[in-house]
């Protein structure tokens, strides 16, 4: 039983799951937020509790063993604060689910002599133009690209690469602020909003840059990775659909992706290579990727496992078990990474989004999802009554169903077919 750090955390997915998998394995953590506050209205959010009823408290906070309020947002601050904790308590690793805690915690790792990655790894694979810059000293081939404050200076790269382009902010997530701009109109609007908020959802303050690039045109795959000592074992590849264009919104995945073994090594190649041009050599990644005319090309590294329940089904599929990995990895233990069997050949997850903006009235056919075997799951969050925005980002899912095939690759397949029962009203 190990005595563990948690810094933040996601509210929901894996926010809700970590806690449960700590207690489950007989570990003690101590949870330490800036703002405790933020977790709660958790269930509320994830569309599990009915209006009206008590909010009960998050499980991260929960089953915690102490919670500690400290300025997670200042790392010397924070070191300052946890470094008496750690004298007294002696913990044994420190971890985090949260992207924007991920540098935060290799410097607490690094400042309490505990295990965890090299935080300029950390901050590099984070910064989605320093992770560019990075890959192109390393000579690895790339989109063209230009991390500027500067309208006119984004403007100008645009008209030398060509348009269409992507705009998007170098330290969010979910596909939040990411579009294609194809004239200088577009280009204008979508840099003044990326560039418009000067922090972000968590109260840190943002790079000031917006990050201009060459459009890479062809199908996306994501490539789950575990380091450790420096040493990457590839677990899967998985492929990826978007809708919502010029957004790019996440519609469903499925794992293994239906690749020929080859284009699958090229794949897990390239992000080999990244990781190392980064100086990776701790922790899980999920790493995205495009496989274009001109072979494959990195998207975005994010180094730490696969939200949007990619972990959930590599799991299905191969049994590796992410959260094990994660904690093992805080306390520098070898992850159990290798594939086995389970029965299961194909996982697949699709979202649910409202065809467009407006009020749903209704959402008929989950019951005839439900009852098909190969369903392993069909959330629909409580949004009937509700207004939604049209569709934008990962933040506008309104459900999900996740399909299994046990005989082969037929799992998105099923999941589409799954969403197309889905009658969903909206006026
Ligand atoms: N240079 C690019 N060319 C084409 N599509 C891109 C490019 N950059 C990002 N995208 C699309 O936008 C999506 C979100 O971008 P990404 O960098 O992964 O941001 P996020 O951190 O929000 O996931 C990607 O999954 C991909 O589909
Ligand atoms: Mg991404």
Known sequence: MANLLVIESWVRSVGLILPRKLRALGHRYTFVSRKPEHYT?????????????????HPLIALADDVITAETNDAEQLIAALKPLHKERRFDGVLTCC??????????????????????????????????????????????????????????????????????AVDLCASEDVRAA??????????????????NIRGQTRPGV??????L???EFSVETCTWRGDTAVIGVTDKSLV?????????????????????RSLADCVRQALTAVGYTHGLTHTEIKLTEAGPR???INARMGGSYVFELVELVTGVDFFTAVIDLALDKRPAVQPRDTGITSAAVHFLLPPRGGRVVSIRGAD?????SDIHRLVVDDVVGKTLRAPQDNNDFMGHVIAVDRNGLGARRKAEWAVSRLDIQVE
């Open 99 to 168: 992207d924007y805690y991920l540098e935060t915690t290799a410097l607490v790792a690094e400042a309490l002599g505990l295990p965890g990655p090299p935080p300029s790894a950390m901050r590099v694979a984070r910064s989605k133009h320093l992770m560019r810059e990075a890959c192109r000293r390393a000579g690895l081939a790339g989109p063209r690209f230009l991390a500027t404050p500067d309208l006119d200076a984004a403007l100008a790269f645009a008209k030398e690469v060509g348009f269409p382009v992507v705009l998007k």
């Open 298 to 300: 990195i998207i975005e």
């Open 182 to 199: 194809h004239d200088a109109d577009e280009l204008r609007a979508a840099f003044a909003h990326i560039l418009g908020p000067p922090v």
């Open 244 to 264: 919502g264009y010029p957004h790019f919104i996440e519609s469903g995945m499925m794992h293994p992706a239906d690749l020929r073994p080859e284009v699958a």
């Open 41 to 57: 209205g958790w269930a509320q959010g994830a569309g599990l509790l009915a209006s009206g009823a008590k909010p009960e408290p």
């Open 217 to 219: 045109r062809g199908e």
């Open 210 to 215: 917006v990050l201009v690039e060459e459009f």
């Open 368 to 372: 005839e999802v439900r009852r098909d």
